[in-house]
């Protein structure tokens, strides 16, 4: 069993930047590939980012390419997504989960039904 919790979300102006953590329990965190999902109001629950159990391998959505950035300390057992450059229609509610997958083709990891785990999410909204 794995519990994710996330912080960091708050209100902020576009092309500002926000550092959003998962926290997470369970002494297995380092064997699971962690993603981050987003889900705006009226829209469906969409993938953002993933990393490796190593931190080796990452992969991201197009929207987000070259502004957000994954990482991870599997000593603290915490997940970070790095968002810079934030426009309005990143406004949205950011979750963290967990995928018992340990492989390196994380472009095959951006669907729900990939992960085992969820958090409750944090929120970000940019203002224009």
């Known amino acids: 069993q794995v519990q994710l919790v996330e912080s960091g979300g708050g209100l902020v102006q576009a092309g500002d930047s926000l550092r959003l953590t998962c926290a997470t329990s369970?002494?297995?965190?380092?064997?699971?590939?962690m993603g981050w999902f987003r889900q705006a109001p009226g829209k469906e629950r969409e993938f953002v980012a993933a990393?490796?159990?190593?931190?080796?391998?990452?992969y991201y959505a197009d929207s987000v390419k070259g502004r957000f950035t994954i990482s991870r300390e599997n000593a603290k057992n915490t997940v970070y997504l790095q968002l810079n450059s934030l426009k309005p229609e990143d406004t949205a509610v950011y979750y963290c989960a967990a995928d018992r997958y340990s492989g390196s083709n994380l472009y095959t990891r951006i669907r729900e039904r990939d992960y085992d785990y969820w958090g409750q999410g944090t929120q970000v909204t940019v203002s224009s």
């Open positions: 369970g002494r297995t965190f380092s064997r699971y590939t």
């Open positions: 990393i490796s159990w190593s931190g080796d391998y990452v």
